[in-house]
């Protein structure tokens, strides 16, 4: 008995809702991405073997340079004006609205108080001049990082605190950081490394 066999049909797909679908995915990832500020120190960061994540947003950051200088930033436009509001209340500085939009958009300063006002009247060339060789004081005799600390969790009380320090950053600087934490009553902070590969057991 002979077998008929059917004859093979040529599937066609059409790929126009596909290309549709990737144009619509890129243009929403263009849209929604959020570019990272560029920052204000260059830190080469040591490198540990813990994987716990930090905070996507509410983050208090103090980062440290190879040479001990000394930054502070915060992730969110709403609590950096609320903190420069805090200082002009707490110093008397008179900021116009062009220094304002200026400090909300910085990611990182590192500058005393007292030379606030000046440094966002610069252009963002001249403050990265600066940014090579400012620093927010520390010591025990003027500790200015505790005022900004002080100012930042009173603007955001949920604010989480990291830690960015090179990895060659002035031992006693880190320990000064780490004091000034405990002066404010902050016992729980993250360290930021890079990571390592899990040693074999």
Do not use: C
Request: charged letters at 25%; hydrophobic letters at 40%.
């Amino acid at each position: 008995m002979s077998k008929f066999k059917a004859k093979k049909q040529n599937i066609a797909i059409d790929m126009t809702p596909m290309v549709d679908l990737a144009f619509l995915l890129i243009t929403f990832f263009m849209l929604t991405v959020k570019f990272r500020a560029p920052e204000a120190v260059e830190v080469h960061l040591p490198s540990s073997i813990a994987d716990t994540p930090l905070p996507a947003q509410d983050i208090l950051l103090i980062s440290v340079s190879q040479d001990g200088r000394v930054f502070f930033g915060v992730d969110s436009k709403h609590t950096r004006l609320s903190i420069l509001e805090k200082i002009r209340e707490r110093f008397g500085y008179q900021f116009t609205e062009k220094e304002m939009q200026t400090f909300s958009v910085i990611a990182e300063i590192g500058v005393p108080f007292e030379q606030l006002k000046s440094y966002l009247s610069y252009g963002e060339a001249e403050r990265k001049i600066v940014d090579k060789r400012s620093s927010i004081p520390v010591d025990s005799v003027n500790n200015q990082l505790k005022q900004w600390i002080l100012f930042a969790r009173y603007s955001n009380p949920k604010i989480r605190i990291a830690v960015r320090a090179d990895e060659a950053a002035p031992y006693p600087v880190i320990a000064r950081i780490i004091e000034t934490l405990k002066e404010q009553k902050v016992h729980r902070f993250n360290l930021i490394t890079t990571r390592e590969a899990q040693p074999k057991s």
